[in-house]
């Protein structure tokens, strides 16, 4: 594995200090298994009010399941209506916005999450070769503590884009090329999984300027195997360029 200088190891911790987990499904029962469904999200202030961003496919999920008679949805532990938050749900884009309370807000910030307020907007532009931090829950990261207590564990990954268009990028995960950090350092070394970290934010770090500042600019779509080249890992992202101020997608 590359090794970071300390400046990188830094962008990276703060990077992760900004995805939240998101949760939907079962209420939690003393006397049925958790039947919960997690996925990763960020929350935005443009200042013009706060929202959640994920993915389309985790909000359409959220919607097929609301129909369960003990459903609820979670931002890290804020219990959030789903179907009057919607702002946007762009299911070619794979982005969705969902309205969030200060209150809700200051809940989320009381359990260790930051909210990302960009400097400028629209975020900065993405190319082949721009280096990219992102982070999300895996699934291997999740543990249950107790009948209604679910621990999860964030990992970022660094690695550059190879392929940009206009309205996603890619980014393959080539050994050389990528860095990966999950919070448990004693945990064995695993193999790319990214159930989990569907929705979860994605930095660009810039190369020039007097200061690196990691830029909001995109959000995880999927991740796996390329099926054009076996073998290699793969992460899909959708762009955030036509995410308005308000929270609507263009």
Known sequence: M?????????????????VVPV???DRPHPRQSPNVNVASGVVVNLDQGPFLVTASHVIRRALERERESRFHLLVSQSEIPLRSR??????????????????????????????????????????????????????HGRLSISWDELDLAVETVRAFVRSAGEDQFTTHLDP????????????PERPPEFEGFSGGPAFVVPRDGPLVVPHLCGIVKEGGVSSLAPGRIVLHFARMHRLQRSGVLE
């Open 86 to 139: 919607v702002i946007s749900d762009r299911e070619r884009l794979d982005v969705a916005t969902l309205s969030l309370t200060e209150k809700e807000v200051a809940h989320i910030e009381r359990d260790g999450y930051r909210v990302v307020h960009p400097a400028t907007w629209p975020p900065p532009e993405v190319t082949s070769n721009s280096s990219i931090i992102t982070a999300g829950f895996p699934a």
């Open 23 to 25: 949760l939907f499904g």
């Open 2 to 18: 590359p090794q970071l200088d300390p400046w990188i190891d830094r962008l990276i911790a703060s990077v992760r200090q900004h």
């Open 176 to 187: 050389e090329y990528t860095v990966r950090r999950v919070v448990d350092v004693s945990a």
